[in-house]
């Protein structure tokens, strides 16, 4: 189906002069017979009374116009950090953008923001450098920057008609040029080709302000911008709810294929609606129609149901928005106003604005919302004022923290009280950064059904689970269903929901929980002779930045640093720079917290404690049910453990990454258990094995055989200190109070399972943050005891040592890093575990009882023993006496 239409969205760091442009464009098209202005608070499309107050966009409208044959909607999004969500759903309903640079200005951060954003909606982008009236706008200066942080295809159109530009843009990409030395010309088909694939970008240069430039956009975007084509399939993509002055709720919507009709029914997730209305608006006015096609925008009522993303027909649902909010406000009701009654009305906001996140916190018995930054919390203050007419204020911000695990686990969650059945086992797997939760399957149809697997992926996907060490919800995770059981006559729907939930839960129990935070990334702009104190201020931010360039007597420094120390400091910047220093922050993602454990213990959270989000599981017994701990659930699984099955140790053991690479040691019990079973099974009584048991069998097994053929026979026993340390329950606990004592205690432990080992013992312990540090090598006692030196780490060292040394000597590691026992099991050494050498030295300390101390004892006994009756009948007669 062939278009002239356009879906346009004009985007822009606050104050570029994104709405200025938006009036040019209407006024220059003769949508409008008056330039409106945002100062004069009369822009045809800041329609409402706080935008007006303000000066800001902050609800995404559209405006209707031709520029000659090609019918455009525009669509003006808001240009403040704040509201981003909106502005990126609005993105996924464009054709083409129209960004919007200051040339007064030059990129700022939200710019770059923006470019990301085009970059992950694969969307083509026509460029405004606008307020190049004003004194100081330098056009090479700004083409070379843009060129420089977007990319080579940044050209130049206002000099198309000039010498050199066709030459130019053939050089920005590999098709033109080869067009170019093939024909001598480029025709307007190959431009508009390599525009809407990303390959160039077309530049104007003016003032939206004086109309200056605004003529040639327009001849631009008619020229340059291809014709689309739509399936004949029906599609629409929401990407906007809103209500109008009678609070009929509006689904705002592009049709991607087909056709809409009023009276349809749209079908999604089980449900089904009519459209009653359709609506094609332009600023605050919209023409009622009975039917548009495919490539329009328009708002539809009678949906109720419909979310933001959502897609209907052959359109999928959106992602999730790339920008997230970052903080936490309570929500002060006046005195007398119920919370219960007052929740139904802000979840209406809640539809308009989902990422608002509305919840009741039961744990702090309050009302909270997720905002963005302080402007959102002034509007949504208005807001509620407006539309209910309730006086709220807000509580100071909280950090919206969020959680993820370090290494895979299987979770596992049963539910069975008298007449129900579920199990179900889940694989949780570490996700790339900001790759949000995914669920699949791992699964055979014959071991589970489809109808059953598909029920656990509702329920995993339908809840906002949250984390174990701060009741954060869980992110950039992977959760596949491996395994499920079901009972053919007692298993419920109900059932599967507790037992994914629990198993979710269990799995966060057992992994390495890992607290994120939020960052931004920034901007800073200040007088070059205050860079020091920037840099200073920073980094005790636990920030890093770098200077990025200088004009004249400023400094542009960029970097990120977390959101809970970076988000007030506009304001001393102000006042160390006297007003001359500004910063622009746009949410760069979460990253692990730089103060975890503070955090931790601030929220004061108990997973334990948590009713709704139990992390046990329910077991029958004897027609009554009980509930298992986390801790304990696997011993009580009916069904065998995915990572077994798939020929790894089970999640639980703390050293589980290590243990995939030991060697598995075949005692002689185990032999002769193996040939009573199938041997001598049907031979009779089989020949005992005589053999001498060795007293230091016990210590022999838990370090694995070396093959290598060595020079000598000397062993070493190389120990990562500070690994071994952490690892182990009571040092981590003594290491807390006291480092030193710590290593004091470990040192003096190696030093007695040497004397009885008699090999050689080297600890080695980091000090690769020690600036200058070189490395230090001194004997304690009967021990070696390394400290390494500056940028090398324990790792590194033993590392070295064992690839030196390894065909002299017969060498072990005790580590449980798993990088690094898969290195020097590389090179042929032995490993031990810190869970193994712990083991292994507990039963030195036994044998020495066993050897020595208990002799000794005997010894005593004997002296008792020795005495004649009547010597021993004297003595008892004597202590009578006494007494």
Same mark, same amino acid.
């Given at each position: 189906m062939n278009t002239k239409k356009l879906i346009i969205g004009i985007l822009a760091h606050v104050d570029a002069g994104k709405t200025t442009l938006s009036e040019g464009l209407l006024y220059a098209s003769g949508k409008i017979n008056r330039l409106g202005r945002v100062d004069n608070k009369d822009a045809y499309l800041d329609t409402f009374e706080l935008e007006r107050a303000r000066g800001i966009t902050i609800f995404a409208k559209q405006a209707r116009f031709d520029i000659d044959d090609l019918h455009v909607t525009l669509l003006d999004t808001p240009g403040h950090v704040d509201f981003s969500a909106e502005m990126e759903r609005t993105l996924q309903v464009l054709d083409y953008a129209i960004l919007v640079v200051s040339g007064a200005d030059g990129i700022q951060g939200h710019t770059r923001t923006l470019w990301r954003l085009f970059e992950r909606y694969h969307l083509p982008v026509f460029l405004f450098i606008n307020k190049m009236d004003q004194n100081g706008t330098d056009k090479v200066r700004l083409l070379t920057d843009l060129n420089r942080q977007f990319g080579d295809g940044c050209i130049d159109f206002t000099t198309r008609v000039q010498a050199g530009f066709t030459e130019q843009l053939a050089m920005s990409c590999e098709p033109l040029m080869d067009a170019y030395l093939k024909s001598g010309h480029l025709n307007p088909e190959q431009i508009r080709e390599t525009i809407r694939n990303r390959m160039v970008f077309p530049c104007y240069f003016g003032s939206a302000l004086r109309l200056d430039g605004v003529e040639d956009l327009m001849r631009g975007l008619r020229e340059y911008s291809a014709t689309l084509r739509y399936p004949d399939a029906f599609g629409a993509k929401v990407f906007k709810i809103t209500r109008d002055e009678q609070g009929n709720r509006l689904t705002h919507m592009k049709i991607t294929g087909g056709r809409l009709r009023v009276k349809d029914a749209l079908k999604n997730h089980g449900r089904e609606e009519k459209v009653n209305q359709i609506r094609l608006y332009s600023g605050q006015k919209y023409e009622a129609v009975s039917e548009i096609e495919a490539g329009t925008i328009c708002a539809v009522t009678g949906l109720n149901l419909t979310r933001p993303g959502e897609g209907f027909g052959i359109e999928p649902a959106s992602e999730k928005p790339l920008?997230?909010?970052?903080?936490?406000?309570?929500?002060?009701? /006046? *005195?007398?106003?119920?919370?219960?009654?007052?929740?139904?009305?802000?979840?209406?906001?809640?539809?308009?604005?989902?990422?608002?996140? !509305?919840?009741?916190?039961?744990?702090?018995? =309050?009302?909270?919302?997720?905002?963005?930054?302080?402007?959102?919390? =002034?509007?949504?203050?208005?807001?509620?004022?407006?539309?209910?007419?309730?006086?709220?204020?807000?509580?100071?911000?909280?950090?919206?923290?969020?959680?993820? !695990?370090?290494? !895979?686990?299987?979770?596992?969650?049963?539910?069975?009280?008298?007449?129900?059945?579920?199990?179900?086992?889940?694989?949780?797997? /570490?996700? =790339?950064?900001?790759?949000?939760?995914?669920? @699949?399957?791992?699964?055979?149809?014959?071991?589970?059904?489809?109808?059953?697997?598909?029920?656990?992926?509702?329920?995993?996907?339908?809840?906002?689970?949250?984390?174990?060490?701060?009741?954060?919800? !869980?992110?950039?995770?992977?959760?596949?269903?491996?395994?499920?059981?079901?009972?053919?006559?007692? %298993?419920?729907?109900? $059932?599967?929901?507790?037992? %994914?939930?629990?198993?979710?839960?269990?799995?966060?129990?057992?992994?390495?929980?890992?607290?994120?935070?939020?960052?931004?990334?920034?901007?800073?702009?200040?007088?070059?002779?205050?860079?020091?104190?920037?840099?200073?201020?920073?980094?005790?931010?636990?920030?890093?930045?770098?200077?990025?360039?200088?004009?004249? =007597?400023?400094?542009?420094?960029?970097?990120?640093?977390?959101?809970?120390?970076?988000?007030?400091?506009?304001?001393?910047?102000?006042?160390?720079?006297?007003?001359?220093?500004?910063?622009?922050?746009?949410?760069?993602?979460?990253?692990?917290?730089?103060?975890?454990?503070?955090?931790?213990?601030?929220?004061?959270?108990?997973?334990?404690?948590?009713?709704?989000? /139990?992390?046990?599981?329910?077991?029958?017994?004897?027609?009554? @049910?009980?509930?298992? $701990?986390?801790?304990?659930?696997?011993?009580?699984?009916?069904?065998?453990?995915?990572?077994?099955?798939?020929?790894?140790? /089970?999640? *639980?053991?703390?050293?589980?990454?290590?243990?995939?690479?030991?060697?598995?040691?075949?005692?002689?019990?185990?032999? $002769?258990?193996?040939?009573?079973?199938?041997?001598?099974?049907?031979?009779?009584?089989?020949?005992?094995?005589?053999?001498?048991?060795?007293?230091?069998?016990?210590?022999?097994?838990?370090?694995?055989?070396?093959?290598?053929?060595?020079?000598?026979?000397?062993?070493?026993?190389?120990?990562? @200190?500070?690994?071994?340390?952490?690892?182990?329950?009571?040092?981590?606990?003594?290491? *807390?109070?006291?480092?030193?004592?710590?290593?004091?205690?470990?040192? $003096?432990?190696?030093c007695n399972y040497q004397a009885l080992r008699k090999c050689h013992v080297i600890v080695v312990f980091d000090a690769y943050r020690v600036l200058g540090h070189r490395e230090d090598a001194s004997e304690y006692h009967n021990i070696h005891v390394v400290f390494t030196r500056e940028a090398q780490t324990a790792d590194q060292y033993i590392e070295r040592f064992s690839y030196v040394n390894q065909r002299k000597y017969h060498i072990t590691v005790a580590t449980s890093d798993g990088l690094q026992q898969m290195i020097v099991r590389g090179v042929g050494s032995a490993l031990l575990s810190a869970r193994k050498l712990k083991t292994a030295i507990e039963e030195a300390n036994d044998r020495i009882h066993r050897d020595f101390l208990d002799p000794q004892l005997q010894d005593k006994r004997r002296l008792g023993e020795s005495l004649t009756p009547e010597t021993r009948q004297q003595m008892k007669d004597m202590t009578n006496h006494a007494e």
């Open positions: 920008l997230a909010p970052v903080l936490s406000y309570q929500i002060l009701l /006046p *005195e007398g106003c119920d919370p219960r009654s007052m929740i139904p009305k802000l979840r209406q906001i809640e539809d308009e604005e989902p990422e608002l996140h !509305i919840v009741w916190n039961e744990h702090l018995q =309050e009302i909270q919302a997720q905002i963005m930054g302080e402007v959102q919390v =002034e509007i949504l203050q208005s807001l509620i004022k407006d539309r209910f007419n309730v006086d709220v204020t807000f509580g100071s911000s909280r950090i919206v923290y969020k959680e993820t !695990i370090a290494r !895979i686990v299987e979770g596992v969650g049963h539910f069975e009280p008298l007449r129900h059945y579920a199990e179900v086992h889940l694989l949780l797997e /570490p996700g =790339e950064p900001g790759s949000g939760l995914q669920f @699949g399957t791992d699964c055979s149809e014959d071991e589970f059904g489809k109808a059953w697997q598909r029920l656990v992926l509702t329920h995993l996907e339908e809840k906002q689970h949250k984390g174990v060490l701060t009741g954060s919800p !869980i992110t950039d995770l992977r959760i596949t269903l491996v395994a499920g059981k079901a009972h053919n006559k007692h %298993t419920e729907g109900g $059932d599967f929901r507790e037992a %994914t939930y629990r198993a979710v839960r269990q799995g966060l129990k057992e992994a390495e929980s890992i607290l994120l935070e939020p960052y931004y990334a920034f901007t800073l702009e200040l007088p070059d002779k205050m860079v020091g104190r920037a840099l200073s201020d920073i980094e005790k931010m636990y920030g890093t930045c770098a200077l990025s360039h200088t004009e004249g =007597e400023m400094a542009f420094l960029a970097g990120s640093a977390p959101v809970s120390t970076l988000k007030n400091y506009q304001q001393t910047l102000t006042t160390y720079t006297k007003g001359f220093g500004r910063i622009f922050c746009t949410v760069r993602g979460y990253e692990r917290c730089h103060n975890q454990e503070e955090i931790i213990a601030a929220i004061g959270y108990d997973s334990e404690r948590d009713p709704l989000n /139990p992390t046990g599981s329910v077991f029958c017994s004897q027609g009554a @049910g009980f509930l298992v $701990d986390w801790d304990q659930v696997k011993e009580h699984m009916h069904l065998e453990s995915f990572l077994l099955r798939q020929g790894k140790l /089970p999640a *639980e053991e703390a050293d589980a990454r290590a243990a995939a690479f030991e060697e598995r040691w075949i005692s002689l019990e185990e032999i $002769d258990r193996i040939f009573e079973s199938t041997y001598y099974a049907n031979k009779g009584k089989r020949p005992a094995w005589k053999r001498r048991v060795d007293p230091n069998e016990e210590l022999v097994r838990a370090m694995p055989p070396v093959r290598q053929a060595k020079e000598t026979d000397e062993e070493y026993l190389l120990v990562d @200190g500070y690994n071994i340390i952490h690892a182990w329950p009571d040092l981590k606990a003594l290491a *807390e109070e006291n480092m030193d004592s710590a290593r004091m205690r470990l040192m $003096d432990t190696l």
